[in-house]
């Protein structure tokens, strides 16, 4: 299939969150040829920017005269060896589309990551994870086209430099355009997820050995209790990251605010649930303008439209500030926030 142009498309229509000003030319290519084409045709002064599903990327709203390009190869090939099983998906395919295939064909390994909105390409940039799991712990290899060097390249597992919500592609951004991602899947029995939640739902329904399909549907019931819909509800998901912080200080807030969501890491490291900082401020299910919070998780910001950049930074400055003034922690936000720079 050749290339796909489209002309004045509201880049709101293709983020989750809804947001962003009017993208000149949306390229959609089907095939690594399709790539290698276009930047071959590409004057070397034009900016271009990947967009993947559009579940994790705040855009300014801006209109937009760098070209968008989306990656629509979607093959999902199996390849069985004596060393086991590895399912390769084109960056374009649904990420839960995905995980469903690799359910239905007796795969364990990316279970546990079900309904999280988005494309196979995006997970290694920010090592999507859920329930314990992290795209890092199946991932063999990355494939993607060098646009400087003009030529496609692999990145092991270790060369990807994953770690939470992080990857090298988001420290070299816009050199790397992802067309594939392996992952190492094992037919062997599903561990359930050890997350709070997830053995009381298998306990509830007398499910002492939950199979793939058990695990899907938990994460789907659970998540859907905490995550809004991204079809009905424009968000991104959880807006910061969970900040992880010294242990002696963890332990100290847990005394004074017992409440709070304290897991540890290591033997001197502590993670703070970041929605439990924000909802501890009481602020969930508030409104700020057109940007809520969302009334199931003080996780999720919302737009509930027409929201601006500057309304959206307003309220995460407010919240940033005042969790810092309170428990002294620092929150880092967790989408992607596209730089006007990079768009025009
Ligand atoms: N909590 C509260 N109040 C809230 C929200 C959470 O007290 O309003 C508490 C919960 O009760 C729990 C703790 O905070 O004790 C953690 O909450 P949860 O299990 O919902 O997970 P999370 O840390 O908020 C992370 C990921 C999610 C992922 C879930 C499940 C990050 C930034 N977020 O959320 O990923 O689905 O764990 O594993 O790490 C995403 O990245 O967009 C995302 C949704």
Request: glycine fraction near 8%.
């Amino acid at each position: 299939m050749a290339l796909r142009i489209e002309h004045s498309v509201p880049l709101s229509t293709l983020s989750t969150f809804r947001m962003g000003g009017v993208a000149k030319e949306v390229v959609t290519i089907f095939s690594e040829d399709d790539l290698v084409t276009l930047f071959g045709l590409l004057k070397t002064d034009r900016k271009w920017f990947v967009l993947g599903g559009g579940s994790n990327v705040i855009f300014p709203d801006v209109d937009c005269d760098a070209l968008i390009i989306r990656v629509g190869i979607e093959a999902i090939t199996v390849d069985e060896s004596d060393t086991g099983t590895v399912v390769t998906a084109g960056a374009g395919a649904s990420w839960d589309a995905l995980v469903a295939f690799t359910v239905t064909a007796g795969l364990s390994g990316l279970e546990a990551l079900s309904a999280i909105p988005g494309s196979v390409g995006a997970t290694p940039i920010q090592n999507v994870g859920a329930y314990g799991c992290e795209v890092k712990d199946t991932i063999v290899s990355v494939r993607a086209f060098d646009t400087v060097q003009k030529e496609f390249v692999e990145f092991s597992n270790t060369e990807c430099q994953f770690a939470y919500r992080d990857s090298v592609f988001k420290h070299v951004a816009n050199r790397y355009i992802i067309t594939a991602v392996s992952y190492k899947l094992t037919k062997e029995k599903p561990k359930s997820p050890q997350y709070p939640g997830v053995s009381e739902y298998f306990e509830k329904r007398g499910i002492a050995e939950p199979d793939l399909y058990d695990i899907r549907s938990a994460i789907i019931a659970i998540r859907g209790t905490k995550l809004p819909d991204p079809a009905h509800i424009a968000s991104v998901g959880s807006f910061f990251k969970n900040p992880i912080i010294e242990k002696s200080q963890a332990e100290l807030l847990k005394e004074k605010y017992p409440t709070l969501a304290v897991f540890p890491v290591s033997d001197s490291l502590s993670k703070v649930g970041a929605g439990s900082l924000i909802d501890t401020m009481g602020w969930k299910g508030k409104s700020f303008g057109s940007i809520s919070i969302y009334p199931h998780n003080a996780l999720v910001l919302v737009n509930e439209g027409g929201a601006t950049k500057t309304e959206l930074q307003k309220v995460v400055d407010a919240i940033t500030f005042t969790v810092k003034e309170k428990y002294g922690i620092e929150l880092s936000v967790e989408p992607e926030f596209v730089s006007e720079e990079l768009l025009t």
